[in-house]
């Protein structure tokens, strides 16, 4: 367990003197100002106005800029030790693999979800402040959703890192699985499957296989529980899920995915040569 915590600390302060944790903290942090100074408190949009609309386009924002910034920085993790030489400090030190790979794991999540977290508390307690009627289950629901959107990319950008020899190739793979990530978002393939005549609801099961498309749809949902906006495949994940169902489906999924990828890149990477 001390071996563990110090990792975690480890990576926390490396990260901290980072220039990309600068940039995050500042993209994030900006976003918020922005929306304030733009007055998008004082909007209205389908009956959501103050904080309300604030925290909505604050999660849509966040799911475009959050996931690619998570597998970038990640994949450089163990990509980059490995071309540096850390790994053969590491054999020559009384730190098991374990404790080091989860503690990177676990200082590397506080690095990446605490900036959109305190962007989104710092909104509130402006909120509170301004005297703006705080949207409690709103701001809790998207808080949990961050942080399973986190933790989802966090593992999959772990495991990225593992399989990939060099820095390069494990950029390029992070970047071609956000591509493909967003090129199947909005129901791309439910349109396509469903005018190739495949049943409604395997179109949408695999559709919902993209976290990115979970993320959305469960943002969606907060503001808009019929899903309107969806058409016909909102009747689809209605009756699979159910509304309530859905949303804890949107949380246990794609903690479940990068947990499981986290776990996998683990296995590789005990059993691969650190070298």
Do not use: H
């Not at 302060?13 to 007055?39: D, N, P």
């Not at 399973?148 to 190739?169: E, H, K, N, P, Y």
């Amino acid at each position: 367990m001390k071996q563990f915590l110090l990792t975690a600390k480890l990576d926390i302060v490396e990260s901290l003197r980072a220039r990309w944790f600068q940039i995050y903290t500042l993209v994030f942090g900006g976003i918020v100002a922005l929306l304030f100074v733009f007055g998008l408190t004082e909007s209205r949009v389908l009956g959501f106005i103050g904080l309300s609309r604030l925290l909505v386009t604050y999660i849509q924002l966040t799911m475009a800029i959050l996931p690619i910034f998570v597998l970038i920085t990640t994949v450089r993790s163990l990509a980059g030790d490995r071309e540096a030489g850390v790994f053969e400090y590491l054999l020559s030190l009384p730190v098991s693999l374990g404790a080091w790979f989860w503690g990177k794991i676990v200082g590397r999540y506080v690095v990446v979800f605490a900036p959109v977290f305190l962007a989104m508390l710092g909104a509130v307690i402006w909120g509170s402040i301004s005297d703006i009627e705080i949207p409690w289950s709103m701001f809790g629901y998207y808080t949990a959703l961050l942080a399973v959107m986190a933790m989802c990319f966090l593992g999959i950008g772990m495991l990225i890192s593992v399989v990939a020899r060099t820095t390069d190739m494990a950029q390029g793979a992070a970047f071609l699985v956000w591509l493909v990530l967003l090129l199947f978002l909005d129901l791309i393939l439910l349109g396509v499957m469903i005018q190739g005549r495949v049943d409604p609801e395997i179109a949408v099961t695999l559709a919902l296989a993209n976290p990115l498309q979970v993320f959305r749809t469960a943002a969606l949902a907060m503001f808009d529980p019929q899903l309107i906006v969806l058409g016909p495949s909102a009747y689809v994940i209605l009756d699979l899920f159910g509304a309530t169902g859905f949303r804890i489906f949107a949380l246990a999924y794609p903690a479940a995915l990068g947990l499981g990828a986290a776990f996998v890149g683990y296995r590789i990477f005990r059993r691969g040569d650190l070298l």
